[in-house]
């Protein structure tokens, strides 16, 4: 079947999905596999023309769905557990005690995973928490993840990873928090239902508001997919979204000094993170 996308609609929607999304989409690099969904969207919708698509993704999706169809096939979800430990390990040796002590403690202390796809990486941090043992002990801390992708949002409260995914745990973390399956390993009750999972776009400002005030904010592998003017958009979301004296980590090919001025750099054990 011929693509129903043209080259030129190819602009019209990589616009639309760009300002919506903050992805944006290069014609060399993401045509084939965005005309290739419009094919099959269309087949299931049994419309016959790329401009009825774009009309109902438009003005005729009132709850969402066509949209959040689009992004579930766009997005990419590469993840895995203990992915950059050492952050992991500054967070609980490092950040998570300093916070400590300066938060009043009768006051949850709050971080957020954006974006967290699959759950490794909110998971990754209750591992290293539980594991470390010390601050969890003395006080309330609730990990929130968010991602634009309901499909990973609905894997990540399963439970369920693949060898792959879990393969930088250390084995005797793997033994003591995980179940083999025959189909990967399932997280085991004590920890399944401790990250609050939720659908979220980060240019929503209304979801953004609604998830409140956090102290430290992990945004890792997610702004190499937008360009400056979107980066800097995100950057200023979380430096309303945080406390002050919160943190945000990003990942290792992300420089928030590239992005805004506003955070103040430091770098804890070779690792840099922001404080506001
Ligand atoms: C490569 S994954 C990174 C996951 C994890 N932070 C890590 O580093 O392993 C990038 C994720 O960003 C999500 N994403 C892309 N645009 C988003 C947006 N506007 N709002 C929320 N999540 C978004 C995608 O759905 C995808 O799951």
């Not at 993704?57 to 203990?82: C, W």
């Not at 409140?212 to 979107?230: A, E």
């Amino acid at each position: 079947m011929a693509h129903l996308l043209s080259v030129e609609n190819f602009a019209k929607i990589g616009e639309f999905i760009y300002r919506k999304s903050g992805i944006f989409l290069e014609k060399e690099k993401h045509y084939d596999k965005l005309a290739k969904y419009v094919n099959s969207r269309a087949r299931d919708l049994e419309i016959d023309s790329f401009r009825k698509y774009f009309f109902k993704l438009r003005f005729d999706d009132e709850v969402g769905d066509e949209f959040q169809a689009l992004m579930n096939a766009i997005t990419v979800n590469e993840t895995y557990f203990f992915r950059e430990k050492d952050q992991f390990e500054v967070l609980v040796n490092e950040i998570l005690p300093e916070l400590h002590e300066t938060i009043p403690s009768d006051r949850t202390l709050r971080i957020l995973s954006s974006p967290c796809s699959t759950g490794e990486e909110p998971y990754s941090m209750i591992l290293h928490i539980v594991e470390e043992g010390e601050v969890v002990q003395k006080r309330d801390i609730e990990v929130v993840g968010i991602d634009i992708d309901s499909t990973v949002i609905e894997k990540a409260i399963v439970g369920l990873f693949s060898d792959r995914s879990v393969h930088a745990i250390p084995k005797g973390i793997l033994a003591k928090w995980f179940d083999k399956k025959s189909l990967g390993y399932q997280l085991g009750e004590d920890l399944n239902g401790s990250v609050n999972f939720q659908v979220a776009n980060i240019f929503d400002k209304v979801q953004m508001r609604k998830l409140g005030k956090f102290d430290v904010i992990f945004s890792r592998n997610m702004l190499i997919y937008f360009d400056d003017t979107s980066r800097k958009e995100v950057a200023m979301t979380f430096y309303d979204m945080l406390n002050p004296g919160g943190y945000v980590f990003l990942g290792h090919a992300e420089y928030m000094s590239r992005i805004v001025s506003v955070f103040n750099a430091k770098k804890v054990n070779n690792t840099l993170i922001y404080q506001k």
